[in-house]
């Protein structure tokens, strides 16, 4: 089936994967000596040993990774290639709760392929997707649970700017397992299985060189509020300000809270405040990135809410929170704690 | 290729040739950067410190740039972003320096910012660019952008159109404001600061969303190709936009002094707005009405 499909992108990526989906593994090690070998393991043998249908989530991860792969090429990718050139055609669009909130054809037809190809080899888990999850939608990942966004950041997917990703996420027993995204513009493709490792193109991402931020002024903070534009828009614009009077290293403004949490496991953003109104940010915008991020030495946290009163710190990660989170690194944390409603990611080690 | 009717006296070089030396030097600078950033598989680390990305890397790539120019150009002047202090008088200085020295010698003046986004460069967030602009007694024409990491070139040669990776872009106005996209820069300056937030508050309820990127350079590109509708900032030195203007310019785009009310661009000009043509105006409007023009 893959055979079909022209990658087009860098030697790396597609060596990385080939090596990942095609790989015959040395499958005759029980899971002990698995576990007592790993440290031994080249990782990118682990990396392809994860893939073997010996391992415990191992045929998750293939139909994880497999999907991302076919929905970040297609109609995706070629939308991408061709928006703002001379060749791109118009997407039609429809309006969700405003018009800053919608989607496009892509999305409807990428989630269903998505949902197709996770049925096939998985047929009884349950799946809640972006595009198909209503309020009848069971908001728990104790059974198996796929968690998915064919398109996250779908207004830069419009626009034709790369900052855009398909995230797949596999849970049960309430904790995230699996995490695959993949951004096909940038040519990345990020995988986190939890209690083994994160890679970027097949690279550790704990191996990468990254800096530790030494204070708030070092910090290269993310936000990235979700559609409301009524109630929760002073708590948003207060967030900003607030940051950007604290002399911060600098502020971004992305446009893909998948990929944001994404970078943080990279080193590429410090924080990420996901949303500070309870607006926007849901379930499939937390769960593959958490696990990667996590992989990654990264932390993200809950805000509690006390019903009807004051925010206060500290609650275990809850991917459907909307009650809002505070950070990990002592001192960002710190730094952080008079700006209110407030999600904080930082890739720092606890 | 004609020659430019501006200077009687000078052999100005046809703008083609000029572009194919900004591209040129361009694309030198960008694998420069990328090289120093790469993600070695055997090695699993980047190559180089992060710290000397900014000391090291950045002038290496303003002395490669240089060099390029020199070779095929050489009594042209530059003026590069790295040979000047920090801060914005010392850059106004060196720019009307260097502008009045172009023409009382009737020589180019290429205008340059090796890596535009430095911030982002050493977080590797990838998205800096080199910007080189060539300009003929002060008006700018010829111009070039490289992404590296997305292996996108910006062009655009005066009254000859813009184009990336050398097909023609345009400009992609939305019908109305609420579905525009309004890039912002972040800048750390105090009195920068408050101007971004308040332009912030004033802005967000009213337009589809808004972006900070941090490089002034690719957030121009992409209002020239339609990826963002309206980019403004309250502080900018001229080789961060004089690129970038000429692109949203030849894309059907609008550069302009945003304080000034007749829409007048002139380089060195430190506070701008560029748009689709379209949206620009009521985000002026909005602007001077929520106290960003006060002192």
């Known amino acids: 089936m893959l055979a079909s499909i022209s990658f087009v992108g860098s030697a790396a990526l597609f060596t990385g994967c080939a090596r990942l989906l095609q790989r015959d593994v040395d499958d005759a090690a029980s899971d002990e000596d698995y576990h007592d070998a790993v440290d031994d393991l080249d990782d990118v043998e682990l990396y392809s040993r994860l893939l073997s249908s010996d391992h415990e989530y191992g045929k998750h991860l293939r139909v994880a990774v497999e999907a991302a792969l076919v929905a970040g090429r297609g109609d995706y990718y070629t939308h991408l290639s061709t928006a703002g050139t001379i060749y791109s055609t118009s997407l039609s669009t429809t309006s969700k709760s405003n018009t800053s909130d919608f989607f496009t054809e892509v999305d409807v037809a990428n989630e269903k392929l998505i949902i197709e190809r996770i049925k096939a080899s998985f047929p009884s888990h349950a799946i809640i997707g972006e595009e198909t999850s209503d309020s009848s939608t069971p908001q728990t990942i104790s059974p198996p649970t796929w968690i998915i966004d064919p398109i996250d950041g779908t207004t830069n997917f419009v626009a034709g700017n790369a900052l855009t990703c398909v995230s797949i996420c596999y849970a049960e027993n309430d904790e995230c397992i699996i995490g695959v995204v993949y951004a096909p513009k940038l040519n990345e493709l990020y995988i986190g299985v939890k209690g083994v490792g994160a890679w970027l193109n097949g690279i550790p991402i704990r191996k990468l060189n990254k800096d530790v931020p030494a204070d708030i002024k070092s910090c290269n903070i993310c936000v990235e509020f979700g559609y409301d534009r009524s109630d929760g828009i002073d708590a948003m614009t207060n967030t900003v300000a607030t940051i950007m009077r604290r002399n911060v290293k600098s502020i971004r403004m992305l446009g893909s809270g998948v990929l944001d949490l994404v970078f943080v496991a990279l080193g590429r953003l410090d924080a990420v405040y996901c949303g500070v109104a309870g607006e926007g940010w849901q379930s499939w915008d937390y769960a593959a990135a958490s696990v990667i991020l996590k992989e990654s030495g990264g932390v993200i946290e809950n805000w509690k809410r006390e019903e009807g009163g004051e925010w206060e710190e500290g609650g275990k990660f809850d991917i459907f929170g909307t009650s809002m989170v505070c950070a990990c690194n002592e001192q960002v944390r710190t730094s952080c704690e008079y700006i209110n409603y407030a999600i904080l990611v930082s890739r720092t080690i606890y | ?295």
């Open chain 2, 1 to 295: 290729m004609p020659r430019s009717s501006l200077v009687s006296d000078a052999l100005v070089p046809p703008y083609q040739s000029l572009l194919q030396t900004a591209i040129k030097s361009a694309h030198t600078a960008g694998s420069i950067m990328t090289s120093a950033t790469s993600i070695d598989k055997e090695v699993s680390v980047t190559k180089v410190n992060k710290k000397d990305l900014l000391t090291k890397i950045d002038p290496m790539c303003e002395a490669a740039i240089k060099s390029t120019i020199l070779e095929s150009f050489p009594d042209h002047l530059i003026l590069g972003e790295e040979s000047v202090e920090p801060g914005a008088s010392a850059s106004s200085d060196a720019l009307s320096s260097y502008l009045s020295e172009s023409e009382s010698l009737n020589k180019p003046l290429w205008i340059i910012d090796p890596i535009d986004g430095t911030t982002n460069y050493v977080h590797d967030l990838r998205y800096s660019s080199p910007s080189i602009a060539c300009s003929i007694n002060g008006s700018i024409v010829v111009a070039c952008i490289y992404d590296p990491y997305a292996n996108e070139t910006f062009t655009a040669i005066k009254n000859s159109g813009a184009c990336l990776n050398g097909k023609p872009i345009h400009v992609k106005p939305e019908t109305c404001l609420e579905d525009s996209v309004i890039a912002m820069g972040a800048p750390p300056g105090k009195l920068s600061a408050e101007k971004s937030i308040i332009g912030f508050e004033a802005l967000l309820p009213k337009v589809r969303t808004i972006r900070m990127l941090g490089s002034a350079a690719l957030m121009l590109s992409w209002v020239a190709t339609g990826r963002l509708n309206c980019y403004w900032e309250w502080d900018l030195s001229s080789w961060d936009v004089a690129a970038g203007g000429l692109i949203v310019e030849e894309a059907g785009g609008r550069m302009r002094g945003l304080m000034m009310d007749d829409g007048r661009f002139e380089v060195g000009e430190r506070r701008i707005l560029a748009d689709d043509g379209r949206c620009g105006e009521e985000v002026r409007r909005i602007l001077k009405e929520s106290g960003v023009f006060l002192k």
